[in-house]
């Protein structure tokens, strides 16, 4: 049984930073891409950041360019998410995926307040 599980969440002041986890079980991560996606309540799940199975090549949604960056762990099957400078429009649940399996965490709870 697969599962991604995310932890890392949590509340936190404006200009802070938080690292966000997500462990691998039932798949090889390094094969995968694998990433996050965030979402607000009325808004349509958004891309944040991923990071290539060949290279370890990172992308990132414009808005968090500088301020996250998104890494792998291979031996611990693990990608985590740092983010750096938050700002109270990055709150939301964040989500890890894995594709080309399409494979879903059940997210965890970012609040930034000011």
């Known amino acids: 049984q697969v599962q991604l599980v995310e932890s890392g969440g949590g509340l936190v002041q404006a200009g802070g930073s938080l690292r966000l986890s997500c462990g691998a079980s039932?798949?090889?991560?390094?094969?995968?891409?694998m990433g996050w996606y965030r979402q607000t309540p009325g808004k349509q799940r958004e891309f944040v950041a991923r990071?290539?199975?060949?290279?370890?090549?990172?992308a990132y949604r414009h808005s968090v360019k500088g301020r996250f960056s998104i890494s792998r762990d291979s031996t611990k099957n693990t990608v985590y998410l740092q983010m750096n400078s938050l700002q109270l429009e990055d709150t939301g649940v964040y989500f890890c995926?894995?594709?080309?399996?399409?494979?879903w965490g059940q997210g965890t709870q970012v609040t930034v307040s000011s």
């Open positions: 039932g798949i090889n991560a390094n094969s995968e891409i």
């Open positions: 995926y894995a594709v080309p399996g399409d494979y």
């Open positions: 990071i290539s199975n060949i290279g370890n090549t990172p």
